[in-house]
């Protein structure tokens, strides 16, 4: 009785929630605006040079001087090698779950294939595979700096450097070091980047505002005053005002992607249900911090503020405006807190990688624990008096 | 029915302060069943507070209040259903119809849907905004704001309704029209404790308690107000009222003076023996005034009440 009285009051103020929105032309036409402007605006951004990717390898050879090319490799800084895989297929699931950027394949031969490389020069099998997750344009043109570093091979074995020069000349131009193998995006169009993260940047933006100034316009024309006199408890005032925009939360969704495979040609890997999981998570995520927000604000002004100054860092350090591994140690840190930096990874992962969502946990488990700090923030917050 | 059962509301030193200021000050308060308890003030002087208090949105600094039997704030959640309280501002929506605001608030309040239509009919009718249903609130009147406000504050037949200042936008029509349906509520056995600061509203309650800088300084019935008011009210009627102001401005004894048209109203220290022949010892012959004393009205208690408050 008690509980069907609370979801009463809670579709009540859903219902008024969406009638008013419906009333309120500029609120609803931020909501389809809003996704469409970003996109367009940031569908065709810039990239930047990447350094310290997180990578893994794999060496089938395991000789000294396969060793050598993943140390100089490391050395170059456009990598980190920070696992070893044991296999291939090992490398590549970590690619799609997110936990490494690049990785290396070392084949079991490749001491012949160093002794073809002098002997037949160009013609000659590339040394070893480097794959790249591509879904960053960024991320691919560094590795691409990687292609030609010249194979290391250790001295005492080998013939002095103006020896070995003399035995493979007439091979101006040896072959590359590595064979690429783009994943993901292998077209490398910026796009295809850019438009799962713009979700996540739209998503932010709005959902954030939205509630942070639903709850503040409740107290700044009177009417909270009015409704903290009624049985009205604070959690149903506050998850009857959230519920209309987590579904407004997922017609943007629908929308950027809709548009973003339409205009972009951005592939989507993931199930509906997957990317509504994700959306879902993230969604509530960003929905608490602005029910936070506006236990703080006391105008709707204040809560706009409040917004965006959550807002920028979270665009600027989430690896949405710059490649995440280029960013300095602290700025990491502080982009672990943001929950844009982890629904990022959640969403290129299931979207471009075709990830599943339970792959992507360790990204999620950190959006759930925000959500559950903000409404525990904002819950001891919000009391229902006027002081 | 013993006596203390009857009062719907005590007090007892409620106060609360804002950083340094003090908004209400140790008020006692006894607020009897079915009656219209008015709160009379001027702007500033805790009524607002003291409603907040009494509905358990404000904490209390200081002392304590039982509401329906209730203690506040801690069993304020208690309250929500007993008690309707309309806010000086108005506070519906006013990019929702008339019908979807009592609706809205109808389903906060659980009324089952069939009840819920059948009393929106009723207040619709009774307060004359049955043509009104659809349209939205922020377009209406000041008049049929007021109203829908009313009847958004009734709608769940509450035993005590707080009225704060609930006249204040709106015209002397509306306003008489407004005070009918506070009488016809109390007959109905509702307790109505409203705040106001026009004297001619004041005395329509059977009970009024007059604040001033967030004291009780007077209650009791308005005619008890008006019998027991510590001065003598005396009216001179004159062609030139400045001129017969300038001759008793230093007069000994005068507590007030107010100009209304070609009358002046003085009070009077109660000790001054002989008003009438007094002031006119202070006039000159050529004045062509006359004097008499005439009843006290509200304004005049309240005159007297809130000046020993500064002195």
Redesign the interface.
Same mark, same amino acid.
């Given at each position: 009785m008690k509980l069907l009285?609370s979801v009463? %009051?809670i579709?009540?103020?859903s219902?008024?929630e969406i %009638?008013?929105l419906r009333?309120?032309r500029l609120t609803f036409g931020m909501v389809v605006a809003i996704p469409i402007v970003q996109l367009v605006l940031f569908g065709y951004a810039i990239n930047e040079d990447v350094r310290h990717l997180r990578a893994a390898a794999v060496d089938y050879a395991n000789t000294q001087n396969s060793r050598l090319l993943l140390a100089d490799a490391h050395a170059s800084q456009v990598i980190d090698l920070v696992r070893k895989a044991s296999s291939a297929e090992e490398l590549e699931e970590w690619l799609r779950r997110g936990e490494i950027r690049v990785g290396i394949v070392i084949p079991a031969d490749y001491e012949r294939r160093l002794e073809d490389r002098k002997r037949h020069g160009r013609s000659a099998r590339p040394l070893a595979q480097i794959l790249v997750d591509a879904s960053d344009p960024a991320t691919y043109g560094s590795v691409a700096g990687l292609l030609n570093l010249p194979p290391p091979e250790r001295p005492g074995i080998q013939p002095p450097r103006w020896r070995y020069g003399s035995a493979i000349s007439g091979v101006s131009n040896p072959p590359p070091t590595f064979e690429a193998r783009p994943f993901y995006n292998p077209e490398r169009r910026s796009a295809v980047h850019i438009v799962p993260g713009l979700v996540g940047v739209i998503l932010t933006m709005t959902m954030v505002l939205f509630t942070s100034v639903a709850i503040v316009r409740e107290r700044e024309?009177?009417?909270l005053?009015?409704?903290?006199?009624?049985?009205?408890k604070p959690v149903e005032l506050m998850v009857g005002k959230i519920l209309p925009y987590v579904l407004i939360g997922l017609i943007q969704v629908g929308l950027v992607l809709g548009v973003g495979a339409l205009i972009f040609r951005v592939p989507l890997r993931a199930t509906p249900q997957d990317t509504i999981v994700a959306a879902l998570v993230f969604i509530t995520a960003s929905l608490t911090l602005g029910l936070l927000i506006s236990t703080i604000a006391k105008t709707q002004f204040q809560a706009f503020q409040l917004t965006f100054f959550s807002f920028l860092p979270q665009m600027l350090l989430s690896g949405f405006m710059f490649p995440f591994d280029a960013m300095p140690r602290p700025a990491q840190w502080i982009a672990e807190l943001m929950p844009l930096t982890h629904f990022l990874r959640v969403i290129r992962g299931i979207l471009l990688r075709g990830a599943r969502v339970v792959e992507m946990r360790h990204e999620i488990w950190p959006l759930a624990v925000f959500a559950l700090v903000m409404l525990t923030l904002a819950a001891g917050r919000f009391r229902?008096?006027?002081? | 029915m013993s006596e203390s059962a009857e009062q719907v509301i005590r007090s007892q030193g409620l106060t609360r302060r804002f950083g340094s200021l003090v908004a209400v000050d140790h008020v006692d308060l006894e607020v009897p069943k079915a009656s219209v308890y008015g709160f009379l003030g001027p702007n500033g002087s805790g009524k607002t507070t003291t409603i907040r208090m009494l509905c358990g949105l404000l904490e209390p600094s200081e002392g304590k209040a039982q509401v329906l039997g209730l203690e506040v704030p801690k069993e304020a959640e208690g309250l929500r259903r007993r008690v309707g309280y309309m806010t000086q501002r108005f506070s519906l929506f006013e990019d929702l119809s008339v019908f979807e605001n009592l609706d809205f608030l109808g389903e906060i309040h659980s009324l089952k849907a069939s009840h819920r239509r059948s009393r929106i009919d009723t207040l619709l009718e009774r307060y004359r905004l049955a043509d009104r249903r659809k349209q939205r609130a922020g377009t209406l009147s000041g008049g049929q704001k007021q109203r829908l406000a009313l009847a958004a504050a009734v709608l769940h037949e509450p035993e005590l309704l707080f009225l704060d200042e609930p006249t204040s936008a709106v015209d002397p029509e509306n306003r008489r029209d407004f005070w009918e349906s506070i009488f016809q509520l109390a007959d109905e056995g509702t307790t109505v404790l409203c705040s106001t600061h026009y004297m001619e509203e004041a005395e329509r309650c059977h009970l009024l308690a007059i604040l001033d800088h967030g004291k009780l300084v007077a209650n009791g019935t308005p005619q008890q107000l008006m019998d027991d008011v510590d001065a003598t009210v005396v009216e001179i009627q004159t062609e030139d009222p400045r001129r017969v102001r300038e001759q008793l401005a230093g007069m000994t004894g005068l507590l007030s003076l107010a100009q209304l048209g070609n009358r002046l109203r003085l009070l009077l220290h109660r000790e001054v023996e002989n008003p009438v022949w007094q002031v006119e010892e202070e006039l000159d012959i050529d004045a062509g005034a006359t004097v008499q004393v005439v009843r006290p009205n509200l304004e005049d208690v309240f005159v007297v009440v809130t000046r020993d408050e500064v002195s």
């Open positions: 009285e009463g %009051r579709v009540a103020i219902r008024k %009638r008013q009333r309120d024309r009177g009417s005053e009015l409704l903290i006199t009624t049985p009205m229902k008096r006027l002081d | -």
